[in-house]
């Protein structure tokens, strides 16, 4: 991911918009909880917790029905 679409994806993030990602690396998919410097805080579906640096990341399009937001 470029740096422009990082800082969007971590404004829509902050504004509690739902941000997906998915790292080809690990070929993990999350919703985004934070971002902080050039990290990514993400939460895969599976509930686990992850740190990854925004260039590794590809973003996703996920609607509601898809991937409810879990409080």
């Known amino acids: 991911m ?15 918009r739902d941000v997906f990602v998915r790292n080809p690396e690990t070929d993990e998919e999350g ?4 971002c902080a410097d050039d990290k990514v805080y ?7 917790k992850r740190s990854w640096d925004y260039r590794q990341l590809d973003e996703l399009t996920r609607d509601k ?4 937001r879990i409080q």
Do not use: F, H, M, N
Request: hydrophobic residues 25%.
């Open 42 to 48: 993400v939460r895969t579906a599976e509930g686990a």
């Open 31 to 34: 919703i985004v909880e934070s």
């Open 65 to 68: 029905k898809e991937w409810p």
């Open 2 to 16: 470029d740096r422009k679409r990082y800082d969007y994806l971590r404004v829509q993030s902050e504004q509690g």
